[in-house]
């Protein structure tokens, strides 16, 4: 086959583009960070990363969910822990008052003081966290605990509701991560009978204050000392169902990132160049283009003279 000037030509240009193109190539990967510029580079890798980034995206989703629930879990832990101080200095305070021989005045001093844990236990029970009342079930807007009557108040109503605030921690795995105030400010005394934290205070305010309505203050006192510590073993039994739910929590954010830190390892070498590499390749690539514009150049000078000859 007789070769012509237009097939050395057209091959001397062929083998230039090309060379250009993979020089641009590699050009565009150092620039970038990026092994590919466009999907029809290279498809299934292209798929690989979209899956990957999805799959990181929904990863970093539930990691940021878990300490959410977390943080939760913490501050109602906190306000737990300041509960059972209040309800602790309560009980020495019964325990204090229930001697008959005590002067009045410091019986009424003790009586104060209850009035005022009773204040202070009120705001524990609204505790907010990230703008959201923690012990109003699912009604997180709305303050949950107030006094029947702020000027002479008798008993605390609760305005919250029982729902569960549902989180979910990872694929289709959900975590209750609240205590409603009805759970933790109610329980069930040895009797099966179901008593109210705040009303034992209250009771037990008056009987200290020799208040007419009560009969007996004396075994008032008895009865509270016996329900305090009842609700203290109660709340240290909530702070344990809180604290097992932490610390799966704890042990649920590790693994969860060190799964995002693999697949993210992942992404990176689908799409992530090796600099090094790339660096090597570009050096290569322009000494390629450039032999073949050389090359180009000496097969490209007789065909010119020919043509003007």
């Given at each position: ?66 300490k959410d629930a977390k ?120 009797n099966g009978d179901l ?62 990132e060190e799964a995002e ?49």
């Amino acid at each position: 086959m007789r070769i012509t000037n237009r097939m050395l030509v057209d091959n001397v240009l062929r083998n230039l583009n090309r060379n250009l193109a993979q020089l641009q190539k590699t050009q565009y990967q150092q620039s970038s960070g990026k092994k590919v510029s466009r999907p029809s580079d290279d498809p299934i890798r292209v798929t690989q990363a979209l899956y990957m980034r999805s799959a990181l995206s929904e990863q970093q989703q539930h990691i940021k969910n878990m300490k959410d629930a977390k943080s939760w879990l913490d501050a109602t832990d906190t306000a737990l822990m300041n509960a059972g101080e209040i309800i602790h200095r309560a009980y020495e305070l019964a325990v204090g008052g229930a001697n008959d021989t005590l002067p009045e005045d410091a019986r009424r001093a003790i009586a104060d003081e209850i009035d005022q844990l009773i204040d202070h236990l009120v705001q524990v029970a609204n505790t907010s966290h990230t703008g959201r009342y923690i012990f109003a079930g699912s009604r997180t807007a709305d303050i949950p605990f107030e006094y029947d009557d702020p000027s002479n108040p008798t008993t605390v109503n609760y305005n919250g509701n029982s729902n569960n605030l549902d989180w979910e921690v990872s694929p289709g795995v959900t975590m209750t991560v609240n205590l409603t105030g009805e759970n933790v400010f109610n329980f069930v005394d040895k009797n099966g009978d179901l008593v109210n934290v705040f009303d034992i205070l209250f009771d037990l305010r008056d009987a200290l204050y020799h208040d007419p309505g009560i009969s007996e203050p004396s075994q008032v006192i008895q009865t509270s000392i016996t329900k305090l510590q009842e609700a203290l073993d109660h709340n240290l039994s909530q702070r344990s169902i809180v604290g097992a739910k932490s610390r799966r929590m704890e042990l649920a954010i590790a693994r969860a990132e060190e799964a995002e830190i693999n697949s993210t390892e992942i992404l990176s070498n689908l799409e992530d160049i090796d600099i090094a590499e790339v660096n090597m390749m570009l050096s290569m690539h322009s000494y390629v283009y450039q032999a073949a514009l050389m090359t180009g150049v000496k097969v490209l000078q007789p065909s010119l003279l020919d043509f003007l000859k």
